[in-house]
């Protein structure tokens, strides 16, 4: 029975999984092939840092030409960039980080109520992708819900800690506004213009992925998330500390984003690649564990409504870029996503090329 036991996460029910036990070694169902195990001195992403004062309204018109090249830039080469003076305070920043940390603090049976693996809930508690149903274990909790419009959804967070939704609420709105933001630079960089996914984002989604990485006893062993892109147009991920890895497509390596004090990580995510029809590809990235410190990290997905279909952007389809996408929904990716287990490589992105 040995082997099943190895295969069934189901020996590792919610509350008890190694990670939330604090266990002195990786159980052998959180092992990652060797091919794909993390380094523990991975070289440094020598990604984009970029400076967005100017961009918003009251920025001389030189100066945000300026910047949507830059994202424009990033956006092509590492579908990945980091963000400074992105408008929302250190406080704001710190607020969601440690409401964070004091939901992951509180006992486990004040987390498990939000427990199920049901991918369409709006709120929802679990450990690794799907428990039960991924063949490898990862070293991570987590609580997902939906943020946007607030007022439809706060109500159904965590009441505990007292402090959760007004600190995540805050940044909710804070995050989603730069999000959109972004947005507008992106379309402009592709030459489609600023407003054109404007409407259609504003009545848009927003799903957060509160991430906590307990310590790991091996790190070299496990994966606080395997390698994965977001189905998001665009996530916007605040982090404690260095930890999310990047998968440089152009150098067949991953490196380790670094951590810039109060910077923002922006991922061009599924929907957006398809969008630019494969101008931007979706960044592949993954989370690597710290021996002894927890590591939280916040992900605010921004995307269209639940049943909008995202379609490439006819203006960049030609004679030379065939249209290479097939359209989709965030229903659809829940769809996909409740159907095939991700951390065995199946990809929503390449269920989408024609
Ligand atoms: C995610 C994600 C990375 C991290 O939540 O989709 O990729 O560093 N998180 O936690
Ligand atoms: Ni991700």
């Known amino acids: 029975m040995e082997s099943d036991e190895k295969n069934n ?54 100066r945000r030409g300026a910047i949507v090249e830059e994202i424009g830039q990033a956006c092509r080469r590492y579908g990945f960039f980091q963000v400074v003076n992105h408008g929302i305070d250190q406080a704001v920043l710190e607020g969601a980080l440690s409401a964070a940390s004091d939901f992951f603090s509180l006992p486990a049976p004040e987390k498990i109520k939000f427990f199920s693996n049901d991918v369409h809930k709006p709120v ?82 927003q799903v957060m992925a509160i991430n906590c990485y307990p310590p790991c006893p091996q790190p070299s062993l496990a994966l606080g998330l395997p390698p994965h892109s977001d189905y998001s147009c665009l996530t916007v991920l605040l982090q404690s500390f260095a930890g999310l890895e990047i998968f440089d497509s152009k150098d067949g390596q991953w490196q380790l984003v670094p951590d810039v004090d109060g910077a923002l990580q922006v991922h061009v995510g599924n929907h957006l690649e398809v969008l630019s029809n494969g101008r931007f590809k979706s960044v592949v990235h993954r989370a690597s564990l710290h021996h002894e410190k927890t590591r939280i990290s916040i992900a605010s997905l921004h995307s269209l409504a639940m049943d909008e279909k995202m379609g490439t952007a006819m203006e960049l389809v030609d004679e030379e870029h065939p249209k290479g996408y097939k359209e989709s929904s965030l229903r659809d990716f829940l769809d996909f996503l409740a159907k095939h287990d991700l951390g065995q490589g199946k990809s929503f992105i390449k269920s989408l090329q024609i």
């Open 124 to 205: 929802r508690y679990a450990s690794s992708l799907k428990d039960g149903v991924d063949t490898i274990q990862f070293w991570r909790i987590f609580l997902k819900h939906y943020a946007h419009p607030l007022g439809d959804w706060i109500n159904s967070w965590p009441a505990n800690p007292p402090t959760y939704r007004e600190e995540m609420g805050r940044y909710a709105m804070e995050v989603r506004k730069l999000g959109l933001e972004l947005m507008e630079a992106i379309t402009e960089s592709l030459g489609i213009g600023p407003k054109y996914t404007s409407d259609k984002m504003e009545q848009g989604m």
């Open 9 to 62: 996460s189901s020996s590792f029910p919610i509350g008890e999984t190694a990670q939330e036990k604090g266990l002195s070694h990786v159980p052998e169902a959180y092992e990652v092939p060797s091919s794909q195990r993390p380094s523990l001195e991975p070289e440094t992403a020598d990604v984009p840092l970029i400076d967005l004062n100017g961009l918003r309204c009251g920025g001389a018109a030189d």
